[in-house]
């Protein structure tokens, strides 16, 4: 399917947010490693970060949050999960609780705002419901699974018995996604996102550029002196 059947085949959003949500967390398309930018920063995702989808996707649908809470929001909940709460992905259903309910309690420190939908009170649900995302867009072409990946000059094996997995933009999905954010900035540009299909989807993209803002910054190491 090409990106133009595929734009006027959906409604004017194209994507339903948490399916946009879900494009922007996953790794980007790579073309050969010759016609890579070698300067280029990249950010790798495994699934696990998939969890991040349903949450921002109803914050952003359901809670008047600006950007400064939000920012305050996940450098508060990234810090939490990467240094005080130790995940057991031996146990999803368990370390998604966990996490939900820590993510709960910061944004209600953040925003005195609780998640009240039934997705984030059963983890089994809340797993599967990003299964369903990952299926809708595999099935539109714009990801796939990839078990062996190229990274600096290397073959990398993804071993699917390992609870790692890894999914990248398909190059109609890279495409898709650069024509989304593209059209998101423009409209923002001429102040007209509130009155515009994409309000909700602008929203989901600053809170994934503060994100991935954050992410790098804790990623980078030191400079020495």
């Given at each position: 399917m090409s990106l133009e059947q595929l734009i006027n085949e959906r409604n004017e959003a194209i994507l339903k947010v948490d399916e946009y949500g879900l494009l922007?967390?996953?790794?980007?398309?790579?073309?050969?490693?010759?016609?890579?930018?070698?300067?280029?920063?990249?950010?790798?995702?495994?699934k696990q970060a998939y969890m991040w989808v349903p949450i921002l996707a109803y914050i952003v649908e359901n809670v008047n949050i600006s950007e400064e809470d939000m920012k305050i929001?996940?450098?508060?909940?990234?810090?939490?999960?990467?240094?005080?709460?130790?995940?057991?992905w031996s146990n999803r259903a368990e370390a998604l609780e966990g996490m939900l309910e820590m993510l709960n309690s910061m944004l209600f420190y953040t925003t005195r705002k609780k998640l009240e939908d039934p997705i984030f009170e059963y983890a089994s649900l809340f797993g599967s419901s990003i299964e369903d995302i990952l299926d809708r867009l595999e099935g539109l072409g714009l990801v796939e699974e990839h078990y062996v990946e190229p990274m600096g000059g290397k073959q990398v094996a993804m071993m699917g018995f390992v609870p790692f997995g890894f999914t990248k933009r398909t190059r109609l999905g890279e495409?898709?996604?650069?024509?989304?954010n593209s059209l998101m900035l423009f409209y923002a540009q001429k102040n007209l996102v509130e009155d515009?299909?994409?309000?909700?989807?602008?929203?989901?993209?600053?809170?994934?550029?503060?994100?991935?803002?954050?992410?790098?910054k804790m990623d980078k190491p030191l400079e020495k002196k």
């Open positions: 922007c967390m996953t790794t980007p398309y790579l073309p050969p490693e010759g016609e890579q930018e070698p300067s280029t920063e990249l950010l790798y995702t495994s929001f996940l450098e508060m909940s990234l810090d939490s999960l990467t240094t005080h709460h130790r995940t057991r495409e898709l996604y650069a024509k989304l515009s299909d994409f309000k909700i989807h602008y929203k989901f993209y600053r809170a994934w550029e503060i994100f991935k803002s954050i992410v790098m």
